[in-house]
């Protein structure tokens, strides 16, 4: 049994997997696999020792020693699953440590094989998976065809770490730049920004840190070498270079681009901007079922209305028909002659049912002062009023 010990120390270097743990899963595996042989006393619970000296294993029914010709080839056996078992264990958590801390990553591999639509790799000491939601439309590949993705996901299972890739992921996109564009991977130029559609386009927004590069350029690279690299890896998804800026106007103008704009009413609070463009540069603007102002709309943060002339004018005169209308509705109503009851007073009573003089004049204080904007002096003052303007006019 010295064997056993020398076994599970070189596990502890090799594996990684701490000696009295083994030495705790040998002992009750081999204890378990005893009772199926033996027959004991119900109220007696066999235990299996373990020398950390000799290798020697010792089975107890209580407090005595059980000898027996059959435990010599219980315990081997037993150990010997048991090692098997904890090794396979091992593998697993290596893989799975090693594919989690490389979340984020790229790995280039080759594909194995494929199973309802998902893309299985083959990774060497395991496989990765590429779902379809995970995959680009417009991409076919074939069995042993080198595929590069995005480590997006590590999950555990019982068959094993279930590494998750992806060529969908937005980062997907990033990473190639940072291969492709020694600026970036340096610090040098900052992608602050991307928005994909899947297959079609991409934007990405850069930003230089050095006032001496052109961060647009060096993406797009001599004769846009490193752009065509990043197309060609991609399968022809076409990809827009936006020049970040802090002047929320420009960004907008250049997430827009080629589309020339007119003019753009920003809302910093809202997050929103109003643009208007020329006639014939609203279906450029808009891009092809709304994918250039949508893509725009994801880089920015922002929400993006595009408007011709025509549509902004009908839209502010609308708004100022709309804001007439609600003006006359207020003065129309009696309680707009109540001093004190402005616009948000009396919308707030109304909500609540109280829409006429009567209703206020005869109303319970108590739920008056419940009312939004209501102490109880005013609510006084409310009722007071209502009953005399209610006596004037009779």
Not at 49 to 57: A, Q
Not at 237 to 248: A, F, L, N, Q
Not at 307 to 319: F, I, L, R
Request: charged letters at 30%.
């Amino acid at each position: 049994m010295e064997e056993l010990l020398t076994i599970l120390e070189q596990l502890e270097r090799d594996k990684g997997i701490n000696k009295d743990i083994l030495i705790e899963a040998v002992e009750a595996a081999v204890a378990s696999a005893a009772k199926k042989v033996w027959t004991v006393d119900k109220n007696e619970e066999i235990k299996v020792v373990l020398n950390r000296k000799t290798g020697k294993l010792t089975a107890y029914a209580g407090n005595q020693e059980i000898r027996s010709n059959e435990f010599g080839r219980i315990a081997a056996q037993t150990a010997k699953q048991v090692i098997i078992q904890k090794i396979r264990e091992a593998e697993k958590d290596v893989v799975f440590a090693e594919y989690h801390a490389r979340i984020g990553q790229l790995i280039t591999s080759s594909v194995y094989r494929f199973e309802k639509g998902t893309i299985i790799v083959d990774l060497g000491k395991t496989e990765g998976f590429i779902p379809k939601s995970e995959q680009s439309p417009k991409e076919e590949f074939k069995q042993g065809d080198r595929i590069r993705a995005y480590i997006f996901d590590v999950k555990r299972d019982t068959k094993g770490p279930q590494i998750i890739l992806s060529r969908a992921n937005p980062n997907f996109v990033k990473r190639l730049f940072e291969l492709e564009v020694p600026e970036i991977y340096e610090g040098i130029v900052e992608v602050k920004s991307i928005s994909r559609d899947v297959g079609e386009r991409t934007k990405i927004a850069v930003s230089s840190k050095d006032e001496k590069v052109d961060c647009v350029g060096a993406c797009v690279g001599m004769r846009g070498s490193r752009v065509k690299n990043i197309v060609s890896e991609l399968q022809g998804e076409k990809i827009d270079i936006v020049r970040y800026s802090e002047d929320m106007k420009e960004y907008i103008q250049a997430a827009l681009s080629p589309a020339e704009l007119s003019q753009i009413q920003v809302n910093s609070v809202e997050k929103k901007a109003n643009i208007i463009v020329a006639d014939d540069q609203l279906s450029l603007a808009i891009g092809r079922h709304g994918q250039n102002v949508r893509l725009a709309s994801q880089l920015v943060g922002w929400e993006l209305n595009i408007y011709t002339p025509s549509q902004w004018g009908a839209k502010v005169e609308g708004e100022k028909q709309a804001q007439k209308a609600s003006k006359e509705s207020d003065q129309a109503s009696p309680l707009a002659q109540l001093p004190g009851v402005g616009k948000k007073l009396l919308a707030h009573l109304q909500q609540s049912g109280y829409d006429s003089l009567e209703k206020i004049a005869q109303a319970n204080i108590d739920e008056l002062t419940q009312i939004k904007g209501l102490g109880k002096i005013k609510t006084e003052q409310l009722m007071e009023e209502a009953k005399k303007l209610l006596k004037d006019k009779k």
